[in-house]
């Protein structure tokens, strides 16, 4: 593999490269197996990933998706030129598979692909089930960056997302409820979102938890998940057009717990999925 | 619930308490299904948890045990006074879990559980299948602290485990080859373990990285996973006596890679789930 500025040199040195927690490596033709593909498209449930490539194969005609590679850390399908696949929860699980997909896309000989992430979140002063495309993500201070340990030093990266992207995106959204929003990404679904009901005492109040939410939305924070801003510094890094496109479940400002039905959250999860399986094809139609 | 010091008070005002990760709420009766737990036995991954359960349940004679709750974020075991837990990759995610357990045992009125990690992790200068019980966790700066943000600030945490069940542990290893030692956590697999083969430049080379990991090694850390931290704040926090019982699959000082075959690293996590069976053996048979 000839390496450009957005590969590791490093990569070189390597007689065979085990992508681990895939469980596929380069003594395998991955050239044959994702030579073409155009997008990667990531959840963080199995579930989810399943279900969305089910949908995506019967839109364009293909047959069920199986798993490929090891089923033990996450669920991998390639359904006509699209990689889905599941990432598990928040960004230090994601990162291993960003960085995993990444090479194989690579090693692949796979060229300009795309990496969306399909999420469930929480709304900030948005009715549940509308999906953000998000143009920016914050972390949990609210700042425009990512903020990594490396070697004991942290070093710190832009999360801005590709606005043409994000555009192209939104436009297929027909009757569905979906604006352009910033993406607060956190790395604690508890008191990392300000949640007064997690198992332990919070030490703070009602009133400090609005506050902050009203200072996220203020800061055009639209919802809250825990992956945006490592997704968005890692395409930024790796010269890769990105997207986040998270529906809502619930709306903060109204409450801490997921309540609606299984019905209502399925119907909420359609909703992001429907867009990027309707802006895919616009895409693989070409 | 009556609350103690190391319980959220918030929960009282809580009609019904969704525990939206594990598929459980308060409307259902935990104390029949939950009430006598004594310990949780946690791992990342979900066929780990698996095949756990199904050693424990062999060990103490009890049917093949079925996942209990949702089945879409984790899978969750009860064989006899055992919960047997899997939860994800990284501290965000496995948060998500130890705060929803800990609410679901509360709940259940179950009293004195012990949390216990058991996981896969790289070695510093000991052999690969060495099993490392931790008495303490180190982040990512190799400080001994858990660093969280909440409400935009961040809020610093103690991560000493509990000695005398490190040492209980340890205790029952027979010829397994183990030891006790420090334990460091990182929220990166790659990078963030100062690897040289992610998918992007790292910035750093081989002699950045060994002059890390030795210094690692001087301070005490014998292994690096990715949960560590959090798991020994958590536990302090709690008031719930913690382990961290984790396998080594590859001496970092070596190399980057995972090369063993999937028959060796069977045989390496076979080794901290044994070490753990027997203690859960001396426990259970009071």
């Not at 696949?85 to 995993?100: A, Q, V």
């Not at 919070?202 to 801003?229: F, H, S, T, W």
Request: glycine content about 10%; charged content about 25%; overall charge negative.
């Amino acid at each position: 593999m000839q390496t450009t500025e957005f590969q590791n040199p490093n990569l070189a040195d390597l007689d065979v490269d085990f992508l681990y927690h895939l469980g596929l490596d380069t003594s395998m033709d991955l050239e044959a197996m994702f030579g073409d593909v155009e997008c990667v498209c990531m959840g963080g449930s199995p579930d989810r990933a399943k279900a969305f490539a089910d949908k995506l194969a019967a839109e364009i005609g293909a047959e069920e998706p199986k798993p490929i590679g090891k089923t033990e850390r996450c669920l991998l399908f390639k359904v006509g030129r699209v990689v889905v696949i599941s990432h598990g929860m928040g960004m230090p699980s994601m990162l291993i598979f960003l960085h995993e997909l990444k090479k194989l896309l690579d090693y692949a000989g796979a060229k300009n692909y795309k990496f969306m992430r399909i999420g469930t979140s929480g709304g900030v002063g948005v009715e549940p089930g509308t999906v953000i495309v998000a143009d920016e993500a914050l972390n949990g201070k609210l700042e425009p960056q990512y903020d990594q340990v490396v070697l004991g030093n942290t070093r710190s990266w832009e999360t801005k997302l590709d606005s043409g992207l994000s555009e192209e995106i939104l436009s297929t959204r027909g009757d569905i409820r979906a604006q352009i929003g910033k993406t607060m990404g956190t790395d604690d679904f508890y008191e990392g979102q300000g949640r007064l009901d997690g198992a332990l005492n919070p030490g703070y109040n009602e009133a400090d938890k609005m506050a902050y939410l009203k200072q996220a939305y203020d800061k055009g924070v639209r919802n809250i998940e825990m992956e945006a801003p490592a997704f968005a510094a890692f395409c930024l890094r790796a010269g890769i057009r990105g997207a986040l496109v998270n529906v809502t479940l619930l709306d903060r400002l109204q409450g801490d717990q997921v309540t609606s039905t299984k019905e209502q959250l399925r119907q909420y999860s359609d909703n992001a999925d429907e867009i990027v399986l309707k802006y895919l094809k616009t895409q693989l139609q070409k």
